[in-house]
Nanobody
Framework: QVQLVESGGGLVQTGDSLRLSCTVSGRTGTSYPMGWFRQAPGKEREFVAAINWSGEITNYADSVKGRFTISRDNGKNIVYLQMNSLKPEDTAVYYC?????????????????WGKGTLVTVSS
């Protein structure tokens, strides 16, 4: 079993930066590919970014490419999402995810473990 706890959300202004953290616990937590998703009010949960177990391979949604960076510190069991140049449309609850493969962790229906989310609000 893997537990995921997100932190770092908050209220920021357009153009600001924010770093989210996902603390991973469980016996094999550091071996899982990890991802971030977000869900805006009234919308479906969508993929944001993913990273393989070693941190060498990353994937991003087109909407955040060039602005967001996913990384991981396996020694600390933490996955980060650095968000720069934030826009009002980035406002959402951000969820950490873990699954058995990098491919799986990019799709909501295949994610094996979810965190409870952290709210990011970007004001205009």
């Amino acid at each position: 079993q893997v537990q995921l706890v997100e932190s770092g959300g908050g209220l920021v202004q357009t153009g600001d930066s924010l770093r989210l953290s996902c603390t991973v616990s469980g016996r094999t937590g550091t071996s899982y590919p990890m991802g971030w998703f977000r869900q805006a009010p009234g919308k479906e949960r969508e993929f944001v970014a993913a990273i393989n177990w070693s941190g060498e391979i990353t994937n991003y949604a087109d909407s955040v490419k060039g602005r967001f960076t996913i990384s991981r510190d396996n020694g600390k069991n933490i996955v980060y999402l650095q968000m720069n140049s934030l826009k009002p449309e980035d406002t959402a609850v951000y969820y950490c995810a873990a699954s058995s493969s990098l491919e799986e962790v990019r799709f909501t229906t295949w994610v094996r473990y979810w965190g409870k989310g952290t709210l990011v609000t970007v004001s205009s």
